[in-house]
């Protein structure tokens, strides 16, 4: 598991962000993969209508979900990311910013 996974509230280092990065290209590509095989599984359950096709409709469909719900984790842990550097940034300029 990614190290910024493991603590969320640690500030960012460079390799953090290609970390980030990282984990959220191989979740996309999962998704992609995932959404392909659950569109084969219901069209197999389209045209069979078994109990087993409906599983793994269902199956694929949480898979999806499982993986939709980590890349929600890293765009949110992304944006904490980037509020905090611009409330550096603009500290470092002599504005105030609102935490």
Same mark, same amino acid.
């Given at each position: 598991?990614? %190290?910024? !996974?493991? =603590?969320?509230? %640690?500030? %960012? *280092?460079? +390799? =953090?962000?290609? &970390?980030? #990065?990282? $984990?959220? @290209? &191989?979740?996309?590509? &999962?998704?992609?993969?995932? !959404?392909? $095989?659950? @569109?084969?599984?219901?069209? @197999?359950? #389209?045209?069979? /209508?078994?109990?087993? %096709?409906?599983?793994?409709?269902? @199956?694929?469909?949480?898979?999806? #979900?499982?993986? *939709? +719900?980590?890349? !929600?984790?890293?765009? &949110?842990?992304? #944006?904490?990311?980037?509020? /905090?550097?611009? !409330? /550096?940034?603009?500290? $470092? =300029? +002599? $504005?105030?910013?609102?935490?």
């Amino acid at each position: 598991m990614a %190290s910024w !996974v493991k =603590d969320k509230n %640690s500030l %960012s *280092r460079s +390799g =953090d962000m290609d &970390e980030l #990065a990282n $984990t959220i @290209n &191989e979740q996309s590509s &999962e998704q992609r993969k995932t !959404v392909n $095989t659950f @569109n084969k599984a219901m069209n @197999n359950f #389209a045209s069979e /209508r078994s109990l087993e %096709s409906c599983l793994e409709a269902l @199956n694929a469909s949480m898979q999806i #979900a499982n993986i *939709r +719900g980590k890349l !929600v984790e890293c765009y &949110e842990y992304y #944006a904490r990311l980037l509020e /905090r550097e611009i !409330v /550096r940034l603009k500290r $470092t =300029d +002599g $504005t105030h910013a609102k935490p």
